[in-house]
Nanobody, 122 residues
Framework: QVQLVESGGGLVQAGGSLRLSCAAS????????MGWFRQAPGKEREFVAA????????YYADSVKGRFTISRDNAKNTVYLQMNSLKPEDTAVYYC???????????????WGQGTQVTVSS
């Protein structure tokens, strides 16, 4: 069982930066692949980024590639999403998720956080 708690969301102007954190409970965090997803009002949840259990492999949606960076610190049971050059279309609730393998689909993850709101003003 893994419990996930996101933090770091907020309101930022276009072009600004935010860093999201996802703190995980449990001793098995380092064995899980982690992902970030987002969901805007009226839209489906979409993949943002994922990282393997070791941190050696990372994956990004085309819409965030070059602007967002996913990383993890297994000693701190935490995964991060550094978001730079934010755009109004990045506005959404951001969720972190844990699964046995990295996956571009939400169904590939077993545990989810409650989400943190990111709002980018133009």
């Amino acid at each position: 069982q893994v419990q996930l708690v996101e933090s770091g969301g907020g309101l930022v102007q276009a072009g600004g930066s935010l860093r999201l954190s996802c703190a995980a409970s449990g001793r098995t965090f380092s064995t899980y692949a982690m992902g970030w997803f987002r969901q805007a009002p009226g839209k489906e949840r979409e993949f943002v980024a994922a990282i393997s259990w070791s941190g050696g492999s990372t994956y990004y949606a085309d819409s965030v590639k070059g602007r967002f960076t996913i990383s993890r610190d297994n000693a701190k049971n935490t995964v991060y999403l550094q978001m730079n050059s934010l755009k109004p279309e990045d506005t959404a609730v951001y969720y972190c998720a844990a699964g046995l393998e990295t996956d571009y689909g939400a169904l590939g993850y077993d545990y989810w956080g409650q989400g943190t709101q990111v709002t980018v003003s133009s």
